[in-house]
């Protein structure tokens, strides 16, 4: 179909104003005739009525052909002419123009075309030089790039508002281990949020802490916590702040290592020790016993069998000190953060109600002293004591007294027994509490080594206990708080990246007011059995790949095939190379869309032809209860509001025209990527033409012909 165009419009009106004009003459023409001759014309017009309609059909289509050849010579080239220019200077600059026209508009393209030959060349030079002087700096790049794969820890530099900036493949090896949850995958790359991968009110009290010490200009800055990831590994995490030239905070760098090995060493060996000490202490025993015998029947005075007994008895003792000795020496080390014991002790009660709906009574509180403890892992491992207690002794509500002796803070747990023993709790019982690991955490025993605590055990007659007591310490000092760990200057090395992102602040953004250039775009495709969403067509294979600061995420693609449950007509096995058996055993639908939509996540959605795609994801939503609700661009709209001239926008003649390579046609993440490249070479040339915004572009979109086809 033509689009209706300025000319045709000219044309119209010009008509008929021209028809009015000449309607107004014979109108006076007439009045000035007499009868006599208002009649003889009459009765002529009667006469060659045939011949008067047939000149006037012709002089009607010799004007229209006229018309037409005015427009096809001059016109229409023009039109094509600022299209095609305007391709070339903002997306393609080997794009010629191949235009049919008159003598002058070819004169025409040949001097653009001439420009065209001088611009690229110039961009060729221009590329060579940048590339010529970037090339010490892209040898450090690499060197830095490659260092940082190899470190021993993980690393996640952030802007503020936990966009990732940049990753070494230790993190995303970590991060990506086979997780043992039911929940969606977590994605790593560049532009996504760290929340999704670390809990988010960690990261938060982490910021807090650094930006008290930053206040307080301490030299340490760093700030540290384990915590549980969901791929039930512990990460020990200590996060870094990069400040910018006027010392604000502007980003922040995570360096982590995996931990679980590490606890899981210190478990096995703590329960070997105490089982060594069991066993040592049970001969111990029987040894005295066997001395006590000896020494009867020899009657020897108790002065003689005195020393050896002594000895012994040091023995149990000098087993805890070397017990200590190498519990500690292999005890993940995490410097202690000072919080008020008021604070700590609120914010207890506050998530232990919140979580469990147990009621923590703070009947008696030490004033303005304060704790040193990891406050995540403290918290967290004396909240699920409670929880664990409750569920023997089934009872919802403890009592909590705080006292300081010394340098010691002792926190008293008592609560009501009730009357039955079944519902009372001893000390076999509490012990194995210590050892237990709750939501993958470290054992209590292990979180209260780390937190330089003790828990005794306080039991009535009968064994059975009635309070627990925590001891900690107040405020004392350890080495690893004194190791620096100074904020990160950014700018002090300009030449090795320049990390956009950090500018980024979109968390306060409304995304349709959001310029197109600043957005992280998902842009995907599917294949299919077929082109009938509604007639039982199924999705063989969806792939995705990410834009992110107007660069292809290559790291970051998401590929799946797709068992459908049904065959694949041969027809459309001939398009995508997809067959029965590729697919056969393949994660179905409803378990691949909830990992696609996670993978979408805070993005704008692109596609070429995508109403098809999309109509393929809707018909899903009843068995999958998923909806794709992302702001949705298509290639296909734009190329048609930004060329109206030609004819053909399908993803060969697009990419053709925007010199845009091809690989893996018909294969889901071979047009995504093609969709991407194809995407990135219309931006500029939207700018240019006015289209800004993401609203600009979905109001653009809406009025191409092709915005009104459906599926």
Known sequence: MKQTNRFWKFVFFALAATLVVITAILSLLWQALSREEGRILISLANDYFLYIISAVFICI??????????????????????????????????????????????????????????????????????????????????????????????????????????????????????????????????????????????????????????????????????????????????????????????GFILTFQDVSDDINTYDITHKTLVTLKKELSKHILLVKEELIQSYDKNRMNSSGRLPLIKIL???????????????????????????????FLNSMKSKADSQYGIKLNIIHQTENNRIQADKYLFTTALILLFKNLSDIILNNEFNIASLKTGNRIIFEITWQNRLSNKNQINKNQVEKLLYKRFNELPSLFYILKLNKAQLRIICDSFDFCSQINIITRAEFKTPLREKLRPPVIAGSRPEFYDFNLFKTEDENLDLLDTNLRTITYTVFDTETTGLNPDGGDEIISIAAVRIVNLRIAYQDIFEELVDPKRDIPMESYKIHGINYEMVNGKKDIRTILPIFKQFTSNTVIVGHNIAFDMKMLKVKEKTTQIKFSNPVLDTLLLSAILHPVHERHDMENIAKRLGVNIIGRHTALGDAIATAEIFLKLLPILNSNGILTLKDAIKASKKSYYARLKY
């Open 313 to 343: 008895d040091q023995l149990p003792r000098h087993h805890e000190r070397v017990s200590d000795i190498v519990l500690d020496a292999i005890l993940t080390k995490v410097p202690l953060t000072k919080l008020l014991l008021s604070d």
């Open 61 to 250: 289509a010799v004007a229209f052909a006229g018309l037409e050849i005015i427009f096809i010579t001059y016109i229409k080239p023009l039109k094509k002419i600022c299209d095609e220019a305007s391709m070339i200077y903002s997306s393609n600059p080997s794009h010629r123009i191949t235009i049919n026209g008159n003598k002058d508009i070819k004169a025409l393209s040949y001097v653009i075309n001439s420009f065209a030959d001088l611009f690229e060349n110039l961009n060729k030079n221009i590329t060579e030089q940048i590339l010529a002087a970037r090339k010490k700096t892209e040898e450090e790049r690499n060197l830095l790039a490659a260092i940082m794969a190899e470190l021993p820890q993980g690393v996640f530099i952030c802007n503020k508002c936990g966009r990732i900036l940049l990753f070494n493949s230790l993190a995303k090896k970590i991060f990506s281990q086979e997780s043992k949850s039911l929940k969606a995958e977590y994605f790593i790359g560049l532009g996504r949020s760290i929340f999704h991968l670390i809990d988010k009110e960690l990261i938060g009290h982490a910021i807090e802490e650094i930006q008290t010490r930053l206040k307080n200009e301490q030299k340490s800055v760093a700030s540290y916590f384990i915590t549980p990831i969901h791929t039930g590994h512990l990460i020990s995490v200590e996060t870094i702040p990069i400040l910018d030239q006027k010392k604000e905070m502007t």
